[in-house]
T-cell receptor, first 114, second 116 residues
């Protein structure tokens, strides 16, 4: 009964380093997405995917890359970390992208960039 | 304009009492979904309840119910018989029909504290 699994839970990076946040879901969901949560800014969409091989940008995509080679996995890559990317990152999936489909969230990754 | 407005930054309720968390929304799309999520201090986002724009009845899930007033564009969450474990941040969110990024748009949240 795993649902959406994110790793790691915590990460500290130095400015300029790169890393990949992993996300996997075992619910055969079509739609996957990455959000970041910042105090006073709420949750903002970074990138999303409506199926394997298809990705698109959300509200705040700069500095991040994604790919969706399988239905299950949707990794988020930070190309060159900046202090402004210090945040809590959530991966979320839903059965499809329709308005009645709830998003199911992973437990989050707390990232600090120094 | 804000798509989702939660006007109560913090709320207190006595254990075993009911509490209503307010949410108003703004959309011109006739097809949309409204969701409530709970975020405890441990940080995870937990889906609580869903209401579709075409649903005639208010949604209920255990102790959670959604007071949906479409004409007023409000979707208030009612928690009955509050428990200490209900203390958390609660987010109202909306998902509009495909055409946008199909994202959830979140409100700023209400911090609920249940008092013993």
């Amino acid at each position: 009964n795993a649902g959406v699994t994110q790793t790691p839970k915590f990460q500290v990076l130095k400015t300029g380093q790169s890393m990949t946040l992993q996300c996997a879901q075992d619910m055969n969901h079509e739609y996957m997405s990455w959000y970041r949560q910042d105090p006073g800014m709420g949750l903002r969409l970074i990138h999303y995917s409506v199926g394997a091989g298809i990705t698109d940008q959300g509200e705040v995509p700069n500095g991040y890359n994604v790919s969706r080679s399988t239905t299950e996995d949707f990794p988020l890559r930070l190309l060159s970390a900046a202090p402004s990317q210090t945040s809590v990152y959530f991966c979320a999936s839903s059965y499809d992208g329709t308005s009645h489909s709830p998003l199911h969230f992973g437990n989050g990754t707390r990232l600090t960039v120094t | 304009a804000q798509k989702i407005t939660q006007t109560q930054p913090g709320m207190f309720v006595q254990e075993k009492e009911a509490v209503t968390l307010d949410c108003t929304y703004d959309t011109s799309d006739p097809s949309y979904g409204l969701f409530w999520y709970k975020q405890p201090s441990s940080g995870e986002m937990i889906f609580l309840i869903y209401q579709g724009s075409y649903d005639q009845q208010n949604a209920t899930e255990g102790r959670y119910s959604l007071n949906f007033q479409k004409a007023r564009k409000s979707a208030n969450l009612v928690i009955s018989a509050s428990q200490l474990g209900d203390s958390a941040m609660y987010f109202c969110a909306m998902r509009e029909a495909p055409g946008s990024a199909r994202q959830l748009t979140f409100g700023s949240g209400t911090q609920l504290t249940v008092l013993p």
